[in-house]
C-alpha cells in the first residue's frame, strides 16, 4: 500500500540536515573567532596589559616643562606630606626668587600623582577596534579607537585618533600620538583646529617597568573669541621609587 504522509525517510533527510546546520554555523563561528584572537601578537597583548600613560603611583622624578617660550623645571616626591610634593627647582633657567615660589606654592595642585596627566586610560581603547597599520621587524604601528561610554560628558576622546608604537622585542608602547580628526567645539567658548599630543616611553628594565620621558602637545584655536596657539614639551627624569 503506497505510503500517502509523505513521512518517508527520504523526506526525512532534508529536515534532520536543517535541524544540523545551526551546530556547523556555531562551530564555524567558534572557530573564526577563535582565529581572530589568535590572530592579535602576544607582543602586544603584553604591551597594553603593562601600559601605563601617566607615571604610576609611587615614582619621584624631575620634570621639565616647557610652555612656549617659558620654561621651569620641578620635583615631584610622592612620599613628601600632601601639599608640599611639588618643589621648583629653577624658572626661565634660574633659580626662582622668594615671590616666585611663594606664587609657585599656591597655584601648584596637591596631586599625588603629578606631570600632565594623559586624558585617557587603557581600559578607554576598544580592542577590537586596535588595526596594524605597518610594521618591521622591530616595531609595528596601530590605530585604535576609544570606547564609546569613554571621554567622559564632553565625549572628547570620540574626537581623537589613537596610533600606537609597539617595540615587538620587548613588549611595550615606545609612543603613543592622539590627534584631532576636524575642528571641535568642547564648550560654546572653546574652538579646538588643532590638538596633537605625542608621549614617548622608556624601556622596561629588571628593576623598573616602562615610564614617561617625553610629551608633546600642540594646540591651536580660539577662546573667548581670542585666537590661542600653546605648543607644550616636558621632559621626565630622574626617576626614584618611594616607599
Known amino acids: 500500500m503506497p505510503d500517502l504522509s509523505g513521512s518517508s525517510p527520504a523526506s526525512h533527510r532534508p529536515l534532520r540536515e536543517a535541524g544540523r ?61 600632601p601639599g608640599t610634593q611639588w618643589s621648583l627647582r629653577t624658572f626661565e633657567g ?16 596637591s596631586a599625588d600623582s603629578g606631570g600632565m596627566q594623559a586624558n585617557f586610560k587603557k581600559g578607554d581603547i576598544e580592542p577590537g577596534s586596535i588595526k596594524l597599520v605597518r610594521e618591521d621587524e622591530a616595531r609595528a604601528e596601530f590605530e585604535a579607537k576609544f570606547r564609546d561610554e569613554a571621554g567622559g560628558a564632553d565625549k572628547m576622546l570620540g574626537h581623537l585618533q589613537l596610533k600606537l608604537i609597539v617595540n615587538k622585542h620587548l613588549s611595550y608602547i615606545e609612543r603613543y600620538v592622539l590627534e584631532l580628526t576636524e575642528p571641535y ?25 616602562s615610564l614617561l620621558d617625553s610629551v608633546e602637545s600642540h594646540f591651536a584655536g580660539r577662546v573667548l573669541l581670542i585666537s590661542n596657539e600653546e605648543k607644550l614639551h616636558l621632559i621626565y627624569s630622574e626617576f626614584s621609587r618611594t616607599p
Open 185 to 209: 567645539w568642547p564648550v560654546l567658548s572653546v574652538k579646538m583646529n588643532t590638538l596633537r599630543i605625542e608621549a614617548a616611553f622608556s624601556a622596561p628594565t629588571d628593576t623598573r617597568p
Open 21 to 81: 546546520r545551526p551546530a556547523w554555523l556555531l562551530a564555524a563561528i567558534l572557530c573564526l573567532v577563535t582565529q581572530g584572537a589568535a590572530a592579535t601578537p602576544d607582543y602586544l597583548r603584553a604591551a597594553l596589559d603593562h601600559f601605563t600613560p601617566n607615571v604610576p603611583e609611587g615614582w619621584a622624578y624631575t620634570l621639565a616643562t616647557t610652555r612656549n617660550d617659558r620654561q621651569m623645571i620641578e620635583r615631584f616626591d610622592p612620599a613628601r606630606p
Open 94 to 109: 634660574r633659580a626662582p626668587t622668594a615671590d616666585e615660589l611663594e606664587k609657585y606654592a599656591q597655584s601648584r595642585p
